[in-house]
Nanobody, 125 residues
């Protein structure tokens, strides 16, 4: 019902920057609203953890480990969420997933949660 496409991952040196994007589009209808758009990450051998979230009302939330370095933003007209990552560290290496909570779509106006397919971010010299 909704296609979620992530992009922007890659290999970067410590101290570098990357910008991730996650765009949602309806496959059998249109997206009416998305309550929360967020980013999570999972490093090898570790559990998936929250990185940042952005509500439709504009409230943002960050993991302590990324505060001051990462910025989440969203473009509601494009149903897209971004994660600007600066001052990257080797410990930021992980697969990054976007998550969309309570996506309302036509024609049912039901809401569903969706995960992106993940994009690899590797921070290494």
């Amino acid at each position: 019902q909704v296609q979620v496409v992530e992009s922007g991952g890659g290999l970067v040196q410590p101290g570098g920057s990357l910008r991730l994007s996650c765009a949602a589009s309806g496959t059998s209808g249109s997206i009416v609203s998305i309550s929360i758009m967020g980013w999570y990450r999972q490093a090898p051998g570790k559990q998936r953890e929250l990185v940042a979230t952005h509500t439709s009302g504009g409230t943002t939330n960050y993991a302590d480990s990324v505060k001051g370095r990462f910025t989440i933003s969203r473009d509601n007209a494009k149903n897209t969420v971004y994660l600007q990552m600066n001052s990257l560290k080797p410990e930021d290496t992980a697969v990054y997933y976007c998550k969309l909570d309570r996506v309302v779509v036509t024609p049912t106006y039901h809401n569903y949660d969706y995960w992106g397919q993940g994009t690899q971010v590797t921070v290494s010299s």
